[in-house]
């Protein structure tokens, strides 16, 4: 079945890649230790095919039910991508994507955890998180604070069926990319505290960080994992469905 409009998405998707690239070369390491997690969010699943025939592997979403209404066609095609779930999860919906997603970036409280745990369990998997920051200490964002992040760190320890992969947050809204480099050297210090701080830390390495407005200069300070909707698919048009 031929993909519709593939040509814009080719070319988004082009010059996103080369602009990890770039900055990846320019902090001295490979793009290739750079995840772009493409950012599905309103997008419709045969765009998303479209973006999966291009190469794409890993897609985030960030409400539950999208997830869900999403997940068999993209799923009944070629390309198996992996699920990212990067939004707010409240408990009580825990259980329906924990089959489905690859990461859980978006953990940001002990409750939450604790169902992860414990649905993970019930299937037999091992479900990555990471820790969200809300590291520029907005009230209107979710997300542990930044001091309370290797507290928080330590008490997954004792969680079998969860394991913790790194961080990620969701940095301010600014005009210049340049007025968040702090608040992204801020979440690579809070991750080598962590690593400093836990006796099992090998596999605590990930920083999900940076979005379309400021993705080259999150690679500049460390992030391996970039989330990035607008880029690729064009402006979202403005949502008005209640959160999840
Ligand atoms: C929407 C979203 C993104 C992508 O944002 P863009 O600015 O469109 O690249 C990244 N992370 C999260 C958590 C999001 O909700």
Redesign the pocket.
């Known amino acids: 079945m031929p993909h519709p409009e593939t040509g814009y998405l080719a070319e988004n998707y082009a010059s996103v890649l080369s602009r990890i690239g770039e900055a990846a070369r320019r902090s001295n390491r490979s793009p290739s230790e750079i995840t772009l997690v493409a950012?599905t969010?309103t997008v419709p699943p045969d765009i998303i095919n479209a973006l999966l025939s291009l190469g794409a592997r890993d897609i985030?979403e960030?409400k539950a039910q999208e997830l869900l209404a999403k997940y068999a066609a993209v799923e009944a095609e070629e390309f198996r991508p992996n699920w990212h779930f990067?939004?707010h999860l409240q408990r009580n919906k825990v259980r329906q994507i924990v089959d489905k997603a690859a990461m859980i970036?978006?953990l940001d409280s002990l409750p939450l955890a604790v169902e992860i745990d414990l649905r993970a369990a019930a299937i037999n998997k091992v479900m990555d998180v990471l820790i969200e920051v809300n590291v520029a200490a907005e009230p209107n964002k979710y997300g542990v604070r930044p001091e309370d992040a290797p507290d928080f760190a330590e008490k997954l320890g004792e969680m079998g069926h969860l394991r913790l992969r790194g961080l990620m947050c969701?940095a301010p809204d600014v005009e210049f990319p340049e007025e968040n480099r702090l608040y992204f050297q801020k979440m690579r210090e809070i991750l080598v505290d962590i690593r400093k701080k836990l006796v099992h830390n090998e596999f605590i390495n990930c920083l999900s960080m940076g979005?379309?407005?400021d993705y080259a200069v999150a690679i500049e300070e460390g992030a391996t994992v970039v989330?990035?909707?607008?880029?690729i698919f064009g402006k979202?048009k403005i949502q008005t469905a209640p959160e999840n």
């Open positions: 950012v969010k985030g960030n990067i939004g970036h978006s969701v979005m379309t407005g989330r990035i909707g607008t880029g979202r």
